[in-house]
């Protein structure tokens, strides 16, 4: 059983709808190891639902259920992209939410341990792998990060993550995440804003920044 798990009010705009593509991902994908985030998830999308049902409803537009069913028959004949080996040892509970960003490469990524990344103007989706003893630099934050462990555990100055568990920093942290020895560490982390790197890292992030300016 996890035991750091996103607040109340995060999963209340989760279930809301209120949250970027990412935040959304990584919190449902933490309520599918967490039976607690879970029901609590479920009891609020249920409140939603019974409110939504008082509300008036509005007329269909003329053939927007058959091409509603036309898009699902779609999607659903549509084959799938392969899925890589690695993907079998993430949960099963959680294959399908990664398997949208690991299906999305980024070639050519700055980490050595990146697997994958979405960016958008609002956030970044990062698959990380994090091999035994090995660390993330350490960094502070201009955004939020949220942090899912999903195999392997690691240790910062929060204290130890295993899978399952939510780590959410902000711009008053600043980290060093090390792999625990054993299983290697593979986490879903979504950003809302750059990393600041400390050390040698940082002054070559701040070098490369002025390059651009």
Not at 52 to 81: F, H, Q, S, V, W
Request: proline share 8%; net charge negative; charged share 20%.
């Amino acid at each position: 059983m996890p035991i750091h798990h996103p607040s109340l009010d995060l999963l209340l705009s989760v279930a809301a709808g209120q949250q970027t593509v990412g935040v959304q991902k990584v919190v449902l994908a933490h309520a599918a190891l967490c039976s607690e985030c879970r029901k609590q998830l479920n009891q609020m999308e249920a409140i939603g639902g019974a409110m939504l049902d008082e509300e008036p409803g509005e007329p269909m537009a003329p053939g927007a259920l058959e091409r509603a069913l036309a898009a699902i028959d779609t999607d659903a004949r549509a084959k799938p992209a392969p899925l890589p080996d690695w993907l079998q040892t993430v949960p099963e509970a959680v294959r399908d939410i990664v398997a949208d960003i690991a299906r999305t490469t980024s070639p050519g990524a700055p980490s050595l341990n990146l697997m994958h990344a979405i960016s958008t103007n609002r956030e970044t989706m990062e698959l990380v792998r994090i091999e035994p003893g090995t660390a993330i630099p350490t960094h502070a934050h201009e955004g939020i990060e949220y942090t899912l462990v999903l195999t392997g555990a690691f240790r910062d100055e929060q204290g130890l993550f295993a899978p399952g568990d939510l780590a959410i920093t902000d711009a008053r942290h600043t980290h060093r995440p090390v792999a625990e020895p054993g299983e290697t560490c593979i986490a879903l982390i979504v950003t809302t804003a750059a990393l600041r790197f400390k050390g040698p890292l940082g002054l070559l992030q701040r070098v490369m920044t002025l390059g651009r300016g």
